[in-house]
Nanobody, 124 residues
Framework: EVQLVESGGGLVQPGGSLRLSCAASGFTFSSYDMSWVRQAPGKGREWVSS????????VYADSVKGRFTISRDNGKNTLYLQMNSLKPEDTADYYCARPTGRAFGGRPTSYDYWGPGTQVTVSS
């Protein structure tokens, strides 16, 4: 079955960095666009970033643009999110998700598979 497992979350100070990983299995990873979605305490889920199947096109939410970098290693079936200049408002559970529907080019509207999430806390 399709499995997505995030890792790399933790506690960091404002201005710090963290790298999240998502290990994918059960499907042809290199054939799918992939996304990171987050949910802050008491808030709804917020799309963060997506990368196309080939890894050469990326798109970001305005809130993280210039600070976060999404990438992938199709040979390792792994998705990454490099997070720099972290802010307290980045505190959230971060999920790896597989988007459905439209071609790559913007914010996905739906996802068919999700990982269990990894917790990121940005606090001094």
């Amino acid at each position: 079955e399709v499995q997505l497992v995030e890792s790399g979350g933790g506690l960091v100070q404002p201005g710090g960095s963290l790298r999240l990983s998502c290990a994918a299995s059960g499907f042809t990873f290199s054939s799918y666009d992939m996304s990171w979605v987050r949910q802050a305490p008491g808030k709804g889920r917020e799309w963060v970033s997506s990368v196309n199947s080939g890894g050469d096109r990326t798109v970001y939410a305005d809130s993280v643009k210039g600070r976060f970098t999404i990438s992938r290693d199709n040979g390792k079936n792994t998705l990454y999110l490099q997070m720099n200049s972290l802010k307290p408002e980045d505190t959230a559970d971060y999920y790896c998700a597989r988007p459905t529907g439209r071609a790559f080019g913007g914010r996905p509207t739906s996802y068919d598979y999700w990982g269990p999430g990894t917790q990121v806390t940005v606090s001094s």
